[in-house]
């Protein structure tokens, strides 16, 4: 069984929005998902705040095409009661990662939260890695 990551939304709109220098590592984990060498999952937050960045850049067509694309390639996990509860609790500075923090939590099979803001999980339990740092583990 392919190992999971749990993909932070910069990552993903990295790829949608095609933001350089940072796309081509995006995309690149894309394709590691579609060949199967792993498994990467998302929070329902991350959907929708992609959602509607996707909106406000393109249009509303574009982001459901770009959400329907998503769900062919990503597991989303839900966000609950106990997941916002928890973040309030974590300590982080952001709510929002805090959030994601405790839905990756939710999953023992990730091995790792994947990200180019690694700071913003300074105090995560669970491994925090830069997309570069992935695709260095699949050379």
């Given at each position: ?10 990552v ?26 792993i498994?990467v ?83 995560s ?15």
């Amino acid at each position: 069984m392919a190992s999971s990551f749990f993909i932070d939304s910069d990552v993903i709109l990295d790829a949608l929005l095609d933001r350089e220098p940072f796309a081509a590592n995006a995309r690149n984990i894309f394709k590691l998902v579609a060949s199967r060498e792993i498994e990467v999952l998302c929070s329902s937050i991350i959907v929708t705040n992609v959602f509607y960045l996707v909106k406000k850049q393109f249009n509303s067509n574009r982001a459901y095409s770009s959400i329907d694309k998503l769900l062919g390639y990503f597991k989303v996990l839900p966000v609950g009661e106990l997941e916002i509860k928890n973040s309030i609790k974590s300590g982080f500075s952001d709510f929002e990662d805090g959030i994601q923090h405790q839905v990756a939590l939710q999953n023992p099979a990730i091995k790792a939260i994947v990200t180019r803001n690694t700071k913003d999980y300074r105090l995560s339990t669970i491994v925090v890695i830069t997309p570069a740092e992935l695709l260095a583990l699949f050379k």
